[in-house]
């Protein structure tokens, strides 16, 4: 293991992340981040030259159709057909202001 990882530092970690954790929690944790930053340094081992950089691995499209007015062709009975209380041809509504 190449990257070693204080006490410090894992109580630090700790105090951002808002965490209380037992030594034996710690010690484990602290495992844990030396491995990844272990596989970290293996994946900047790899050649990446003339491979451009991304920000999705699937091409990005705008799957959105463009917005087209069009008259509505029912009437006043069908939009009032589903109101729960109507009057006068309106809907009924709870009053909002005294």
């Known amino acids: 293991?190449?990257?070693?990882i204080s006490d410090e530092t894992m109580e630090y970690?700790?105090?951002?992340?808002?965490?209380?954790?037992?030594?034996?929690?710690?010690?484990?944790?602290?495992?844990d981040m030396e491995r990844m930053l272990d596989y970290i340094d293996k994946l900047n081992e790899l050649d990446t030259e003339g491979v451009e950089p991304m920000s999705h691995v699937?091409?990005?499209?705008?799957v959105f159709r463009e917005d087209e007015v069009v008259p509505y062709a029912g009437g006043r009975e069908e939009i009032l057909a589903n109101a729960p209380a109507?009057?006068?041809?309106s809907f009924v509504v709870p009053k909002t202001v005294e």
């Open 86 to 89: 109507k009057k006068d041809g």
């Open 58 to 62: 699937f091409p990005v499209e705008n």
């Open 1 to 4: 293991m190449a990257n070693q």
């Open 13 to 31: 970690v700790g105090i951002l992340a808002k965490l209380s954790l037992t030594p034996e929690e710690s010690e484990e944790a602290k495992h």
